[in-house]
């Protein structure tokens, strides 16, 4: 189930705009379909990333995957905890496992879906 709160993308990202932040993670069925996530590479803040961009990598027991950039926007803080308990990803991907934050972000410079365009999108999948 995807919370009404924030938008998602066609690559499974979530952004939760909140306080002059962007907050992204990755929805629960990229969590599923990843299975144990075992290690995650977080983005370097103060990076500069634009929407779709590479910033990061899961990798877990059935594959590794890319993290993109929901949308544009300036790494802020990263998930230190996600280091030492990636296995949060699994767990909490949209509240504890959240991954990094944007600042100075454009939340137009990409088509994202609400929750029930992405419901609809996963299932068509």
């Not at 499974?12 to 629960?28: M, Q």
């Not at 290690?39 to 779709?52: K, R």
């Not at 590479?54 to 993290?67: D, F, N, P, T, Y």
Request: hydrophobic share 35%.
């Amino acid at each position: 189930m995807a919370p009404e709160d924030r938008k998602y993308t066609k690559s499974h990202e979530w952004v939760r705009t909140e306080d002059g932040l962007a907050r992204v993670g990755i929805t629960d069925h990229a969590q599923q379909a990843l299975g144990d996530v075992t290690f995650v590479e977080l983005p370097e803040p103060g990076t500069s990333v634009s929407a779709g961009d590479e910033c990061g990598e899961i990798e877990s027991v059935k594959a590794a995957g890319e993290l993109y950039a929901p949308v544009s926007g300036t790494v802020g803080e990263v998930n230190q905890a996600l280091e030492d308990a990636p296995e949060k990803l699994n767990e909490s991907p949209f509240e504890e496992g959240w991954i990094f934050t944007l600042t100075d972000f454009d939340a137009g410079s990409a088509e994202l879906m609400n929750a029930g365009e992405y419901a609809a999108y996963v299932e068509s999948l």
